[in-house]
Antibody, heavy 119, light 107 residues
Framework: EVQLVESGGGLVQPGGSLRLSCAAS????????MHWVRQAPGKGLVWVSR????????SYADSVKGRFTISRDNAKNTLYLQMNSLRAEDTAVYYC????????????WGQGTLVTVSS | DIQMTQSPSSLSASVGDRVTITCRAS??????LNWYQQKPGKAPKLLIY???SLQSGVPSRFSGSGSGTDFTLTISSLQPEDFATYYC?????????FGQGTRLEIK
């Protein structure tokens, strides 16, 4: 069974940092591109970042470029999102999602982890 | 960036109704259009990919159609478990973008 389990969310002050993790199991993690998607309270889904299967290529939404870094450890079957210089508008539930590369749909999602940026 | 616009933003319907949600892209995305269902406090769930392909395990009352810029999600006969928020998403280009969501409520 495919499972994605996020962790690392919490309360952080503006300007602070946080690292999210997404532990994958039930599939060959190293074969799949992975994404982060976030959802502010009561709002819609917003794409954040993606990484290819071997970690050599990444992409970011303009709103997080230069502040967030996506990475992965295929030996540990884990995806990461390092978030620096956090702002109030980064407050959201962060989901990791597996993507089917050829068509680009997210076929499995984690349960999400809440990040709250507030003083 | 490709903008995705869904309509309506909210919809009230009854069990057994046929419901259609539309999604329009700001430029042609061929058939790179996916639909998700999200219930409160839960992660999104894939329903339809590549505009019209039903994800495994999803009931056949869900269907999708369209290509280019205009797409539809149809639920042929609403069931109680279908009341949720629905999102379209384009996978034609990066950044991936979602519609703003359609909240389907019980009438």
């Amino acid at each position: 069974e495919v499972q994605l389990v996020e962790s690392g969310g919490g309360l952080v002050q503006p300007g602070g940092s946080l690292r999210l993790s997404c532990a994958a199991s039930g599939f060959t993690f190293s074969s799949y591109w992975m994404h982060w998607v976030r959802q502010a309270p009561g709002k819609g889904l917003v794409w954040v970042s993606r990484i290819n299967s071997d970690g050599s290529s990444t992409s970011y939404a303009d709103s997080v470029k230069g502040r967030f870094t996506i990475s992965r450890d295929n030996a540990k079957n884990t995806l990461y999102l390092q978030m620096n210089s956090l702002r109030a508008e980064d407050t959201a539930v962060y989901y990791c999602a597996r993507v089917r590369v050829l068509v680009g749909y997210f076929d499995y999602w984690g349960q999400g982890t809440l990040v709250t940026v507030s003083s | 960036d490709i903008q995705m616009t869904q309509s309506p933003s909210s919809l009230s319907a009854s069990v057994g109704d046929r419901v259609t949600i539309t999604c329009r892209a700001s430029q042609s995305i061929s058939s790179y259009l996916n639909w998700y269902q999200q219930k409160p406090g839960k992660a999104p769930k894939l329903l339809i990919y590549a505009a019209s392909s039903l994800q495994s395990g999803v009931p056949s009352r869900f269907s999708g159609s369209g290509s280019g810029t205009d797409f539809t999600l149809t639920i042929s006969s609403l069931q109680p478990e279908d009341f949720a928020t629905y999102y379209c998403q384009q996978s034609y280009s990066t950044p991936r973008t979602f519609g703003q969501g359609t909240r389907l409520e019980i009438k």
